[in-house]
């Protein structure tokens, strides 16, 4: 089995350099990159144990998300495992399966844990009761706290987030460019703060471009299942939609399906954008033009950020927000003068 010493060999560093970062005390990074390097290569794994008690730490992070099917938050987590493994750090993950009064439930778990810090992906209680009073005494703990993709309103909380709105209105603004203007949208969750904002985005482009909102080309499938996709489609194509934004890819993709079975052809009788870019958004025929968010660099700005606030280099409350891409394929072309109804 590895010992300090032969951490301070393979690295051609000090052993004090190594306890050090072990013990997640500032040292150049260069020598810190050795170090952890050399524990990686000689398979070295510190007694956690001991070092809870000797240190008062963990060397754990409480990571909370609203589930953990699918490739969406797949990414975040693994953009988040390699962030904090970079700095020493592991992470603990739960789901609240979207069960109201989990989230307060879990985040109280994992403090009682005692966890190093804790991170929550896209909340969906955070402006209720229960959590604000938790996040509050959080705050007031100097508890390392980061919420990713959530509303804060007047939570001081450091915070990473990914433009929805501009996200929202890139999607619009490139169908209408295809010279489309009854362009449905199909939302996710009724209580996501994503879904609001892109469909903030969607009527901007709407209004910026001189075309009229219209209520009716608005659907909401519930969450962001591509069955629901399936069940709520037809409202969109009675409605006229030449084209459709769905706010994600699973979305989409239910999408493509739906037109399958009615016979509309993507993108001849109607065009299809989605939303996320997930991995399989290149492998569907035709390949879908969707938003890409930078779900990898989402986890790994939150845990970045964490991991400074843990070992003290980060104490003032920071706030970021990253940029969506579009990203053109085959499920989008020009209006062809039809509505999309068979």
């Known amino acids: 089995m590895a010992t300090i010493s032969d ?3 393979k690295a051609s560093v000090s052993k004090s350099t190594v306890s050090r970062v072990l013990n997640g005390i500032p040292v150049k990074e260069e020598n810190r990159q050795k170090v952890l390097n050399a524990m990686q290569a000689l398979g070295y794994q510190p007694n956690a144990q001991a070092r809870s008690l000797t240190l008062g730490k963990t060397d754990v992070v409480g990571v909370l998300v609203p ?10 987590l693994e953009g ?3 962030a904090l493994w970079s700095h020493g750090l592991y992470m603990i993950v739960r789901s609240t399966h979207h069960d109201r009064g989990s989230e307060p439930n879990l985040v109280k778990l994992l403090w009682e844990k005692r966890v190093d810090g804790l991170i929550i992906f896209t909340p969906r209680e955070i402006k209720e009761r229960p959590m604000q009073a938790l996040v509050k005494d ?11 993709d959530g509303e804060l309103d007047s939570l001081s909380i450091s915070g990473v987030w990914i433009d929805n709105f501009e996200g929202g209105y890139k999607a619009t603004k490139h169908l209408i460019n295809l010279e489309h203007q009854k362009i449905g949208i199909l939302l996710g969750p009724d209580d996501s703060p994503e879904s609001k904002l892109r469909l903030n985005g969607y009527k901007r482009a709407l209004k910026d471009h001189a075309l009229p909102f219209d209520q009716e080309l608005v659907a909401s499938a519930g969450d962001y299942r591509s069955g629901s996709a399936q069940r709520i489609f037809s409202q969109l194509v009675d409605a006229g939609a030449t084209a459709i934004f769905a706010c994600s890819d699973e979305l989409a993709y239910g999408v493509m399906e739906a037109c399958k079975e009615r016979g509309i052809s993507i993108p001849q009788d109607l065009s299809l954008i989605g939303y996320d870019d997930v ?21 790994q700005v939150a845990a970045g950020r964490i991991a400074r606030m843990i070992s003290g280099e980060e104490r003032e409350v920071t706030q970021i927000t990253l940029p969506t891409k579009l990203v053109v394929r085959e499920t989008t072309g020009p209006y062809q003068g039809k509505s999309s109804s068979h």
């Open 279 to 299: 991995p399989f958004a290149r492998l569907t025929t035709p390949k879908l033009t969707t938003v890409a968010q930078p779900l990898g660099q989402l986890g």
């Open 138 to 148: 959080l705050v007031a703990s100097n508890f390392p706290l980061v919420v990713a």
């Open 67 to 76: 589930n953990m099917d699918g490739p969406f938050y797949g990414s975040i």
């Open 7 to 9: 951490v301070a060999k």
């Open 80 to 82: 988040c495992q390699q």
